[in-house]
């Protein structure tokens, strides 16, 4: 059974900074594409927020958090981080990471999913 598994979120103030991880089992990770997508409170989108390759050797960001966040991934620990740096209140989300063992980062099209964790960036 695969099983993706976001440690806990947070409350930070503006300017902040806040580390997740997401930890996998039930599968090899190395076999798939990782990505951390959010959902404002009261949306009803989950939002790609990003992306890593399978070694890791590729990221990929939304323009929201580009130069503020970075993803990560220890395959031989099976587990993916976003260390979130310089936090706006507008980060505020639940946050969840997906694997796809396709070739690409759409919500939509992400195999498995975590049961999110909730950030919240005070001003």
């Known amino acids: 059974q695969v099983q993706l598994v976001e440690s806990a979120g947070g409350l930070v103030q503006a300017g902040g900074s806040l580390n997740l991880s997401c930890e996998a089992s039930g599968l090899t990770l190395s076999s798939y594409l990782m990505g951390w997508f959010r959902q404002s409170p009261g949306g009803h989108v989950r939002s790609f927020v990003a992306g890593i390759s399978r070694p890791g050797d590729g990221t990929y960001y939304s323009d929201s958090v580009r130069g503020r966040f970075t993803i990560s991934r220890n395959n031989a620990r099976n587990t993916v981080y976003l260390q979130m740096d310089d936090l706006k209140p507008e980060d505020t989300a639940d946050y969840y990471c997906?694997?796809?063992?396709?070739?690409?980062?759409?919500?939509?099209?992400?195999?498995?999913w975590g049961k999110g964790t909730p950030v919240t960036v005070s001003s």
């Open positions: 997906a694997a796809n063992q396709g070739s690409t980062y759409r919500a939509g099209d992400m195999e498995y």
